[in-house]
């Protein structure tokens, strides 16, 4: 069954639960680490044919029910003519971080075709692969791309960038405008192209109180999320250390919340009045322990659900590197087998 991903989205009844993994196009598939003893991860992004078949490396190992598009956070912000280099174990380096209102005056916003054309083409050849399952598009969230920029790379507590936003509250807004604008027309681009949902990865917004974020990151979100409505595919909002925000995070308008493993699943679906389906929860690290563990923690989130439609398994951050690929073709396959058994939980 292709649309069971979909259809959990909008919390439809489903043959049973959905599952796919946040980078499960990665470094523990032994053939993508054979690709990056040739190739940078951003010259990856950049060739279309190379990013299509790093997508499709899980879709042929795994029963997984969606695929998702292979790129980098930091795609649409080299399109803003952000000069960056991806430090290997480090993560994306600023060449030039903002520090001041005048830099992000000027920091410009990217005409549409001129964001990431390389992903739209990736994205064009993996559609003609997949025979009817869904493909993911994402882009990272205005908040984590503006904390990048503004930190220079990535940081344990974010104070460059929270000190930003509290000094330089009106620059702060039209940074947060111009990443806005550049993530809805980079998602935008991917729909066009045949993206059939697209997750925001608002992966360090856990930083912030709440009512930070409702003054510093909720308006724009919510404009993300009205501007894309009209694509008319399920979007996904993903955070880390969000268990404070998530009724504020229901607000911007997706139609999925994305858990990391932090919260128990069936408390963050409360907090969110159960208006949205919910994505989630395991822990990347159990994939690390021996397969009872794994099964242990997976059949204490499948309880939690109570057999609601619009649970959608996957891990609360992405898969580690040291990750066993055979545990996760069988975790697939256990999610799966048990859900489809036990939908007498209704």
Request: charged share 20%.
């Amino acid at each position: 069954m292709t649309d069971r991903f979909l259809r959990a989205c909008y919390r439809q009844e489903t043959d049973c639960t959905p599952v796919w993994f946040m980078r499960q196009a990665g470094r523990y598939l032994p053939e993508y680490r054979r690709l990056r003893e040739r190739y940078g991860l951003m010259e990856l992004c950049r060739h279309p044919e190379l990013a299509a078949e790093i997508t499709l490396m899980p879709v042929h190992r795994f029963a997984v029910d969606a695929a998702i598009i292979f790129a980098d956070l930091m795609t649409p912000l080299e399109a803003m003519g952000v000069d960056f280099e991806v430090q290997e174990g480090v993560g994306p380096i600023i060449v030039h971080p903002i520090r001041s209102p005048d830099d992000v005056q000027k920091l410009p916003v990217p005409d549409d075709d001129a964001i990431a054309p390389a992903t739209m083409q990736a994205i064009q050849i993996v559609k003609g692969e997949l025979n009817g399952l869904p493909l993911i598009g994402f882009a990272g969230a205005p908040f984590t791309l503006a904390s990048y920029l503004v930190e220079g790379g990535p940081s344990r507590d974010f104070a460059q960038t929270r000190a930003f936003m509290f000094r330089h509250p009106k620059a702060w807004h039209q940074l947060m405008a111009k990443l806005t604008e550049t993530v809805v027309r980079y998602i935008t681009a991917q729909v066009q192209a045949g993206a059939d949902a697209v997750q925001i990865f608002d992966s360090w917004v856990g930083c912030l109180s709440p009512t930070d974020y409702c003054e510093f990151v909720l308006p724009h979100m919510c404009q993300l999320f009205e501007r894309t409505a009209p694509l008319r595919v399920p979007r996904i909002l993903f955070g880390t250390g969000t268990a404070t925000l998530l009724p504020l995070m229901r607000q911007a308008g997706s139609e999925v919340i994305g858990l990391d493993w932090r919260v128990p699943l069936d408390e963050a679906w409360q907090a969110l009045d159960f208006a949205v389906a919910v994505q989630g929860n395991l822990d990347p690290a159990v994939l690390l322990a021996d397969w009872a563990v794994v099964e242990r923690h997976t059949m204490n989130i499948l309880r939690r659900t109570k057999g609601k439609a619009g649970h959608i398994f996957n891990l609360g951050h992405g898969i580690l590197p040291q990750t066993d690929p055979s545990i996760v073709a069988r975790l697939v396959d256990f999610v799966h087998e048990v859900t489809d058994r036990q939908r007498g939980w209704r």
